[in-house]
């Protein structure tokens, strides 16, 4: 390998896009492409440095393949931060095993970190915890130590576990500052603003206020029956229940909930659990039949007694109930939360990350982009979407993850 390249190599492991191009912008052999295609993506043009990897992966004869591998690997990157999560995991797969087969033990770990972070980013959080488990990262390099600890970090703060959240994010700081690359370390600080900033809103004995994390963790290890409208459950001290499949349970939940602990009319369940104005003895009916169904799906916690002029939550065990409401009340808040962090989403992306078809995802995203909260970028399949991040609020950490209990 020549001096040049060595040193364009050198200027990305720092975080020195230009100056590795400075010193491969006009060559087009095999390892020059590859590190000018890295340092495109390091620029932001995701497209362009796609191309540069495909040709430099093309390049790299047969016996090559190291550095093939290592072309894969820095695509699999590329499409992680252009936010195309759909990309074949065996490829990526297949690159790791012939690095680590040829020794190759950082750029091995690199490739287990992005399937880490791709799994986190669809809220695959056994996943990602399990594949994170069977990485040492003493060894490495501080910039992938900092990696490490960053992916810890997300993992436990979406598990809403704050204290080993602030742990890793002290030793992703360390690590960064040692590696001295710029990104490492705002990635870092955009992750501690993440953790202290507003999370959801708590309603509880007619106030509202904004929570954070730490508060939310604390109370969901009360002795408080939680009504959870951002992951659509209940959560007690003895169990937790699941309603994100059973929209009508969950909506006549969290109306008991918000007026705990007076008693909802039938006309106000009929309008939230079935959203008519106009109620009939069929829609009567209905609501007995449904509130059978939550009674019998939450009876390890409340009870719903029926009363003169409709019904109300009775808690077993606890004396308070509260309801955990997102930080901002959307119809599509689960795709603006998405958004919100800044990079470009496809749909397809957004419909892996949220569990959801592409056609339910491309018409909230109109739906979206028709109220002006977001905007396309490019046309076909290189469409991409972005919105505005939301300010002062983390609302994308309790989209992802399971009730705690789950």
Not at 268 to 297: M, N, P, S, W
Not at 322 to 337: D, G, K, T, Y
Not at 346 to 355: D, P, R, V, Y
Request: aromatic residues 2%; hydrophobic residues 50%.
């Amino acid at each position: 390998m020549d001096s040049l390249i060595t040193a364009a190599a050198q200027a990305l492991a720092t975080g020195d896009p230009l100056g590795a191009l400075k010193r491969v912008a006009l060559r087009d052999d095999a390892p020059a492409l590859a590190l000018r295609g890295i340092a495109m993506a390091q620029l932001g043009d995701f497209e362009r440095a796609k191309l540069l990897l495909k040709r430099a992966a093309r390049a790299f004869g047969a016996r090559e393949a190291v550095a093939r591998a290592r072309c894969v690997v820095a695509e699999a990157e590329v499409a992680l931060a252009s936010r195309e999560l759909g990309w074949p995991a065996k490829a990526l797969d297949a690159a790791r095993a012939t690095l680590e087969a040829h020794g190759d033990r950082v750029n091995a770990a690199h490739a287990r970190y992005l399937e880490v972070r791709r799994q986190l980013l669809l809220g695959h959080l056994d996943d990602a915890e399990r594949h994170l488990t069977e990485l040492d990262d003493a060894t490495l390099p501080p910039a992938l130590q900092a990696v490490h600890a960053l992916a810890s970090a997300g993992i436990a703060l979406r598990r809403l576990r704050t204290t080993p959240a602030r742990m890793a994010l002290a030793h992703a700081d360390r690590a960064a500052r040692r590696a001295r690359i710029p990104a490492l370390l705002a990635e870092v600080e955009s992750t501690r603003l993440m953790l202290d900033a507003p999370a959801a809103r708590l309603l509880a004995e007619g106030r509202e206020r904004p929570v954070r994390l730490h508060e939310i963790e604390a109370l969901l290890a009360s002795k408080t029956l939680v009504v959870d409208a951002c992951r659509h459950g209940l959560h007690g001290p003895d169990a937790t229940v699941a309603l994100a499949s059973r929209p009508v349970l969950f909506a006549l939940a969290r109306a008991l909930g918000e007026a705990w602990p007076a008693e909802v009319p039938r006309d106000v369940l009929i309008a939230r659990a079935f959203r008519t104005r106009f109620a009939d003895e069929t829609h009567r009916t209905r609501l007995r039949v449904e509130i059978g169904r939550l009674r019998g799906a939450v009876r390890q916690l409340a009870d719903v007694r029926a009363t003169k002029h409709g019904f109300v939550l009775a808690p077993r065990r606890v004396d308070k109930v509260a309801v955990l409401l997102r930080a901002v009340e959307e119809p599509h808040a689960a795709v603006l939360a998405l958004l919100a962090d800044g990079e470009s989403w496809s749909s397809s992306a957004l419909a892996l990350a949220l569990g959801s078809s592409q056609r339910t995802v491309q018409r909230a995203l109109d739906a979206l982009a028709a109220a002006g909260k977001a905007h396309a970028l490019g046309r076909g399949r290189s469409r991409r979407w972005v919105a505005p991040p939301a300010p002062g609020s983390a609302t994308s950490l309790l989209l992802l993850a399971p009730l705690p209990g789950d």
